[in-house]
């Protein structure tokens, strides 16, 4: 089934207000919670929705350096790479990558820059890495964020506020 209107109005939702109960989305867009479920369950079979756990923060836990780690890897050697960089607890995300200068992007939290220091010698230890390019994050100017996207689709499926129920009101903050 296709991304509609319905599902914008949903996913809008869950982005804007993520602890609302699944009775409150249905009463917000004015539909029966039955049909809400059925919803959410295809919305997560087909991978639309994929988290729904707690945003966790790195600096809160105590690790306030971001970095972004590039490794290139001798060939044949990626899927030993990547598999080993699971082990490495400070490795937040990696990816395989194409054109940067690398073969995997990864993602890195520290608790300062001595640290990162070690954990980058860590991922150099590992066998069939060749080479490592460090950029260290000074700032985020833009959070993870994914509602844009989901309104630029409810826009392009006819929907006005994708958030809005059946009364224009949600209960939505004011300001973003």
Known sequence: MPFDTLDARIVRLMLDQPRTSVRGYARILGVARGTLQARLERLEHDGVITVAGPRVSPTALGHPVLAFVRLEVTRGHL???????????????????????????????????????????????????????????????????????????????????????????????AAR
Request: aromatic fraction near 2%; charge should be negative.
């Open 79 to 173: 899927d030993e790479v990547g598999g080993a960089l699971a082990a490495v607890p400070e490795v937040v995300e990696a990816f395989s990558v194409a054109g940067g200068g690398g073969d995997l992007l990864t993602r890195v939290v520290a608790r300062d820059n001595g640290h990162l220091e070690a954990v980058i010698q860590r991922l150099g230890r590992l066998p069939g890495v060749m080479r490592i390019r460090t950029e260290i994050a000074l700032s985020e100017r833009v959070a993870h964020r994914l509602l844009p996207l989901v309104e630029s689709l409810a826009a392009e499926a006819g929907v006005p506020d994708a958030g809005a129920g059946p009364s224009g009101q949600d209960g939505r903050r």
